[in-house]
């Protein structure tokens, strides 16, 4: 799968992230990879796939498990998209592994109200 955005999640603390492209624009593309790397071979991750509408889909790499969990249980709400409306889009599918392995997997069809993306008008534009 090719994912159209990819974040490395060190910690819990979310100013901590990085997104790749960010990382490339910002010019520290090198460090981002080796910090990727090194947290992809442990394995925890979240994938995100966004509702059709969006479609959008999403890589977050976790530097423990249970940050991975905590993000796959809500964490990931935080990341749903807005109708004009205000009404949630949601998800079509939401995957943690652990340990490299595929532990869990769940759809949220945004009927819990979640935070809108700060750059969703600049991205369907």
């Keep these: 799968m090719n994912f159209d955005a990819l974040w490395i999640c060190p910690d819990s603390e979310r100013s901590c992230w990085a997104e790749r492209g960010a990382a490339e624009k910002r ?20 994938t995100l796939s966004h509702a059709s509408e969006v479609a959008v889909d999403e890589l977050y790499v976790f530097g423990n498990a249970a940050d991975a969990v905590a993000f796959f249980e809500s964490g990931y709400r935080s990341c749903q998209f807005r109708r004009a409306d205000g009404s949630v889009i949601g998800f079509e599918e939401i995957a943690l592994y652990l340990g490299g392995r595929r532990r ?22």
Excluded: H, I
């Design 27 to 46: 010019g520290t593309g090198e460090r981002f990879r080796k910090a990727l790397d090194r947290m992809y071979a442990r394995g925890n991750l979240v």
């Design 104 to 125: 869990a997997v769940k759809e949220d069809k945004g009927l819990v109200p979640g935070c809108e993306r700060s750059w969703l008008n600049t991205w369907r534009s």
